[in-house]
Every structure is written in structure tokens, then in C-alpha cells.
């Protein structure tokens, strides 16, 4: 039973930055590569960022320079550090299995970016 469970979301202001964990539960973590998806309302779901089992990285256009993803095999933990955020990055956050993702999804967490 895979449980993910995405935190750190909340409300910023454009150009503030924010720290998004999701950590795992039941997946053997690190023979898996990682990604953080997002989506926002009436969009479809879209990955952001990417971390293979080498820790290569990989990211969409829209987000690479300001979004970093890592891992923590030890802590079963992904990591999503965004800087410089701007309000068409407020969607909802989640984390799977990357580049196949899961059928099970998460709740997500959920990112405002505002003035």
C-alpha cells in the first residue's frame, strides 16, 4: 500500500520562494526515478521536474532556473525547492513515480502564488 504525501505548499507572493516534501511510504524509493507534477483548475496534470535513480534532473521550460528537485533515499523523501515563483505556477503539487507515474495519486499541496 503506497502512501505519498505531499507538504510545504501554501500562499506566497510572486518572486518568494517555497520548499515542497513529499514523503513515501510502502514503494522500494530508490530504484525509482522521481518527478513533482502539477495542476491547476481545468488543466491537465504536468510534470515539472524530474530525478532519475542517478539524480540526473530534468524540468519543464516554464520552471527550469527557478525549481530544483532532489532526493533523499535514506529519508524516502523528494524535494522540491522553487524560487522566484510567479502566479502560473498556483496549482496543485504532487509528487509519483517518474518518467511512468503510478495510478495512485496523492492529495497533493497546494501552491498560491499572489499579491
Known amino acids: 500500500q503506497v502512501q505519498l504525501v505531499e507538504s510545504g505548499g501554501g500562499l506566497v507572493r510572486p518572486g518568494g520562494s517555497l520548499r515542497l516534501s513529499c514523503v513515501v511510504s510502502?514503494?522500494?524509493?530508490?530504484?525509482?526515478?522521481w518527478g513533482w507534477y502539477r495542476q491547476a483548475p481545468g488543466k491537465q496534470r504536468e510534470s515539472v521536474a524530474h530525478?532519475?535513480?542517478?539524480?540526473?534532473?530534468t524540468y519543464a521550460g516554464s520552471v527550469k532556473g527557478r525549481f530544483t528537485i532532489s532526493r533523499d533515499n535514506a529519508k524516502r523523501t523528494v524535494f522540491l525547492q522553487m524560487s522566484d515563483l510567479k502566479p502560473e505556477d498556483t496549482a496543485v503539487y504532487y509528487c509519483?513515480?517518474?518518467?511512468?507515474?503510478?495510478?495512485?495519486w496523492g492529495q497533493g499541496t497546494q501552491v498560491t502564488v499572489s499579491s
Open positions: 510502502g514503494s522500494i524509493f530508490s530504484i525509482y526515478g
Open positions: 509519483n513515480h517518474s518518467p511512468i507515474p503510478m495510478g495512485y
Open positions: 530525478i532519475s535513480t542517478g539524480d540526473t534532473t
